[in-house]
């Protein structure tokens, strides 16, 4: 058995193997150009075992790997990084490191979605960027109109709002180019969330996630893919802690310190959830009271993430089980009668109708 690890870049890549049979060391660099990597892997006999470390241009040698029916694994470039405390720092060094982690069976492996979760992962963020785009575009010509004294309710980024508004040439072709785009961004973005809307009701576990108020195709696609197997998971708090909703904490001494969230997650689904809280909260009398009392103990912020968090966690409920929103909350009461309630569970006589 060979045992690999590999120090990618974007050029090049530095390898440290080790053949157990033996005894072998071989370190060597390869250059990405060409077909060197691939005629170096796909020559290795018998059983290889690949480590690397996380980085964003790793893909493509992943699924290099998967086409010559390579094992490997991805570890977690934090982690990775404890176990070497010397401030030297090279490629030759990095590769060993993960072939002496592989050896030791202290590698940190972490989960990794399949080519098919990339794949809508990418549909999301796409449609996600166009989004921000059209804010950006938006602010901007309501920036235009305050300036001219258009206020607000007339309007302001639409073309009958400004009308009204005189402008000197270059502004007014200024304006018209940002009403151009927008309406081009709007254009896209609406097919863009058709594509999303045929996807989740093509997966079984976004379909669910659709089932509680307040929760669109959006949000319910990117919970699935971005979450995967849900099982993964042991409690509701690895599921908000995944996502980067947990405070962070500076407790030492007996005295416990907690500031604010963490943010050590995915910053996409913590956008997500928090819009879909906004109208989850108008929609479900339980969330909506449970809004309303950390509103009045936490302030607007605090309870917004909190509704956010509990949204969060019975999605993953639902997902795990798997079960729609109406079955979830018949759980939940009945859960509660027996006094075994647990967080993200609905109290006790409040089933919200399916929307």
């Known amino acids: ?35 060197e990597v691939r005629k170096f892997y796909s020559a290795l006999p018998g059983q290889v075992l690949v480590g690397i470390e996380a980085t964003g241009s790793m893909y493509w040698f992943l699924q290099l790997l998967e086409e010559l029916g390579i094992d490997h694994q991805v570890g977690h470039p934090p982690e990775i990084r404890k176990a070497e405390t010397r401030k030297q720092k090279h490629d030759r060094r990095d590769a060993a490191l993960l072939l002496k982690l592989q050896i030791e069976n202290r590698f940190p492996s972490i989960w990794m979605p399949s080519t098919e979760l990339r794949d809508l992962r990418t549909l999301l963020m796409h449609r996600h960027q166009w989004v921000r785009m059209r804010t950006r575009v938006q602010n901007t010509l309501q920036a235009i109109a305050i300036s001219r004294g258009l206020r607000r309710g007339k309007a302001l980024w639409s073309q009958t709002g400004h009308r009204i508004v005189a402008l000197a040439p270059h502004a007014a072709y200024r304006r018209t180019e940002l009403q151009d785009l927008d309406h081009k961004l709007h254009a896209q973005i609406d097919e863009l969330d058709q594509r999303v809307g045929d996807q989740a009701l093509q997966r079984p576990g976004a379909k669910l996630l659709m089932s509680p108020p307040g929760v669109g195709p959006v949000t319910a696609l990117a919970t699935d893919v971005f979450w995967g197997d849900p099982t993964r998971f042991a409690d509701g708090k690895a599921v908000v802690s995944y996502v980067g909703m947990i405070p962070s904490e500076y407790s030492s001494g007996g005295q416990q310190r907690l500031g604010g969230l963490s943010k050590q997650g995915n910053p996409f689904l913590r956008f997500l959830w928090c819009e879909a809280a906004v109208h989850a909260v108008r929609r479900d009398p339980e969330l909506q009271r449970f809004y309303r009392r950390k509103l009045a103990q936490k302030g607007l912020g605090k309870a917004r993430v909190a509704a956010a968090r509990k949204l969060g966690i019975r999605l993953w409920i639902m997902l795990r089980d798997p079960i ?7 759980r939940g009461q009945m859960r509660q009668k027996n006094g075994g309630a647990c967080a993200g569970m609905p109290e006790v006589g409040h089933s919200p109708a399916m929307q």
């Open 1 to 35: 058995m060979r045992i690999i690890g590999v120090d990618v870049h974007t050029r090049q890549q530095t390898v440290a193997m080790l053949d157990r049979e033996t005894g072998e060391l071989i370190e060597k660099t390869l250059q990405h150009d060409g077909d």
């Open 324 to 330: 729609d929103y109406q079955e979830f909350c018949r």
